[in-house]
């Protein structure tokens, strides 16, 4: 593209319409990279207002030319009078102007041919016209199946390419492996000024998505081969389809996503018919969704920040033997009180390592972590000690404990300098993964940090932070995150026709524990009884003891609504008759441990699970949470992380029969299971369920 002027106009395309099936959950990443890394870009609108925005499309080596009515340059951006004037398209239009031109600017730049735009405006200081213009420009946008960042962003930034970021680009934003997905332009900024401890892939801040959102965006840096972690700020999730999908496309690829979401305190829990409704919130259905694929979650910008640090570079942290040096006998303590809290250790050197130690440094302790200070020259000392370290080949990660700061002397800086050498040349010969932890979340000096980016060695601010970062990827990259493995097929034939005809609600005990009994939940026998003399018949045939409580719906124990071991007919009698009714007799269960598994269909994710400790005080205690649809791998690692191996197999038939119900029948609105029984032998079995019908009928997006 050429900032020459031309008189010639190409003719305007035919329109292109997306494909009439695909549908809008779809995975949109057209047009991306050109966004993010154009060949060629016009910004329209430029202007001596905007200085930074103009400085950054010169970004790079693309050609870039700007649109002004008058004016042939613009803080040395050449430009024309207007898009027609371009010989050809360019591939990327930034639409830097007000409401009342901008959709005109649009069908201007997609009369040649272009299919990629920044939109940085159109938010409140569009006044009264923002929201017309922004209907207006969508409408355009669809037509020609083009792709917007924006509208009401900061842009997109790539350190080596054009950016069409409103903002101050510092030199420190290097290239490297980490993508930030951002609906907040603070934020995505913030990422900006971080300094040079890691490099970015690209940073975008996605603004109101008009037709290509974060979940485009995380797809998109799941194919980058650039790209080895995802940093996802999230406000809102507005097409939960596609995100999930984008989530599936990013662990397939291998790579982690780190997710924070603001907005979470939860509304007021509804009044549910059943016990998962009222533990099952809507920041609880997300949290379950991110960890039923994989992603981390974290709290707050500083622990993304790290958690970030922690996977930017090539040799990932895996396993939890730490190899350590520190620069005092309280920071190897307060390391050690860390490293045990996020389950990392410290394995004695081999006595050979020691050995050799003692003859070169006899005044060095040569327990892990070894303090070099003060026993030796502190560049040979320090470097002597974590080539030894490398050297026992015993250690998953090798890290530095030093209060690494710009503010530093000079002598204490160029002996940390060479902590962060050696590391690096450790890493390298050993292949094993390399860390700073400081003292403290000051800066360290910028050379220093930029060294460390280039030689692979993660600088991580504090002790505690940087160990929990250290420790969460490495769980993650030894495979903790999503299971690959198929979904099973519904086990329930016939179930969702046989409740057409009911009335939204609850089930009774009785109804619903019929249910779950056929697709595959084990019951302790139960029968039912229309009067005192059925019910005494009904425990002769269980055998006594028997428990006698109403066939009502829900939280019968509360209400008095169950009698246990019941040993005679006369007990079972006057229960029955106390009772009134119509009565389910049960067959006494021995005590065990009591279990809760269940289901609440969420408005916005679909069936979302709860196993934990069951019982009256369910809601007292905080299940594990996650979504379907489920498979064995996913419910082993979900029974894993309750702490109720003992009970895997009975367990995992539970929930995978709750799940296939769930999906078969999408009337059903919650599942109790509360509570399953648990023997000492292994063995459980359930002796009380609840289902609710909804009036919804329609199947949930992820079902089979």
């Known amino acids: 593209m050429s900032s020459a002027q031309s008189t010639a106009r190409p003719a305007t395309p035919p329109r292109a319409q997306p494909p009439t099936d695909a549908p809008r959950d779809a995975l949109r990443t057209s047009g991306l990279r050109a966004i993010l890394a154009p060949r060629s870009v016009a910004l329209v609108g430029a202007s001596r207002r905007n200085l930074e925005l103009v400085a950054n499309v010169r970004r790079g080596t693309a050609e870039a030319v700007g649109i002004h009515p008058s004016n042939s340059e613009v803080a040395g951006l050449p430009c024309v009078p207007s898009l027609s004037a371009l010989p050809a398209p360019p591939e990327l239009a930034v639409l830097a102007v007000g409401p009342a031109t901008i959709a005109a600017s649009m069908r201007d730049a997609l009369a040649l041919g272009v299919r990629s ?3 940085p405006g159109l938010g409140v200081e569009s006044g009264a016209d923002g929201p017309a213009a922004v209907r207006e420009l969508h409408r355009i946008a669809e037509d020609f199946a083009a792709a917007v960042l924006g509208p009401n962003c900061m842009g997109s930034a790539s350190p080596d390419s054009p950016s069409a970021w409103l903002g101050t680009i510092p030199a420190s934003f290097l290239p490297g492996p980490v993508a930030i997905v951002s609906q907040s332009g603070s934020i995505a900024d913030a990422f900006l000024a971080l300094g040079p401890r890691y490099g970015f892939s690209g940073v975008v801040s996605c603004g109101a998505e008009l037709n290509r959102d974060a979940a485009d965006w995380v797809a998109h840096f799941a194919a980058d081969p650039t790209t080895r972690v995802i940093g996802l700020f999230l406000e809102t999730v507005r097409r939960p389809h596609a995100f999930r999908q984008a989530l599936r496309v990013a662990a397939e690829a291998g790579k982690p996503v780190v997710c924070l979401k603001i907005g979470r305190s939860e509304q007021a829990h509804r009044a549910a018919l059943a016990h998962t409704g009222a533990i099952v919130g809507s920041h609880a259905a997300f949290s379950a969704v991110l960890r039923s694929h994989g992603v981390l979650q974290v709290d707050d910008l500083p622990e993304m920040i790290e958690l970030l640090g922690a996977f930017s570079t090539a040799r990932r942290p895996t396993g939890g033997r730490i190899g350590a040096v520190t620069e005092s006998g309280a920071e190897a303590a307060l390391l050690g009180d860390h490293a045990e809290r996020n389950g990392l250790t410290f394995p004695a050197l081999p006595e050979s390592i020691q050995r050799r130690l003692r003859a070169d440094h006899p005044l060095l302790p040569t327990s892990n972590p070894l303090d070099p200070w003060a026993i030796a020259e502190p560049v040979a000392a320090f470097s002597a000690a974590i080539e030894a370290l490398a050297d026992a080949g015993v250690y998953d990660l090798l890290i530095g404990q030093v209060d690494l700061s710009c503010h ?44 460390a980016a280039e030689h692979d060695v993660c600088l991580l601010k504090g002790i505690g932070s940087g160990l929990t970062a250290i420790a969460r990827a490495a769980t993650w990259s030894a495979g903790a995150g999503l299971p690959k493995a198929a979904v099973p097929p519904p ?8 409740l057409a005809g009911l009335p939204a609600g609850p089930l009774s005990e009785f109804d619903s524990s019929a249910l779950l009994e056929r697709t595959g939940v084990a019951f302790a026998r139960r029968l039912l009884a229309e009067s005192p003399d059925d019910a005494v018949e009904a425990a002769r045939t269980l055998g006594f003891p028997v428990v006698v409580k109403t066939d009502g719906p829900a939280h019968k124990a509360r209400a008095g609504g169950v009698m246990l071991n019941l040993n005679g007919p006369e007990a079972v009698s006057d229960a029955a008759t106390r009772l009134a009714g119509r009565v389910l007799v049960a067959e006494q269960v021995a005590p065990g441990l009591e279990v809760f598994c269940g289901m609440v269909r969420d408005p916005v994710w679909g069936p979302v699970y709860a196993l934990g400790r069951g019982g009256t005080q369910v809601e007292s205690t905080t299940p594990v949470t996650f979504v379907g649809p489920l498979t064995p791998e996913l419910v082993r ?17 539970a929930l995978l029969a709750m799940d296939a119900l769930a999906r078969g029948a999408p009337r059903i ?36």
């Open 117 to 119: 735009f920044v939109v």
């Open 669 to 704: 609105g919650e599942i109790d299971i509360n509570p399953v029984v648990c023997a000492p032998d292994g063995t459980a079995r359930a002796v009380d369920a609840l289902i609710v019908l909804t009036t919804d009928t329609s199947p949930d997006e992820d079902s089979p």
């Open 637 to 653: 690692l979900v029974i894993s992380r309750a702490g109720l191996e003992t009970w895997q197999s009975p367990l995992a038939e």
């Open 491 to 498: 086990r329930t034939a016939g179930i969702a026709g046989g």
């Open 408 to 451: 530093r002397g000079e002598t204490e800086q160029t002996w940390c300098g060479a902590v962060v050498r050696a590391l690096a040349d450790a890493g390298r010969r050993t292949n094993t993964f390399t860390a700073v932890t400081t003292v403290h979340h000051t800066d360290p000096p910028e050379a220093l940090a930029r060294y």
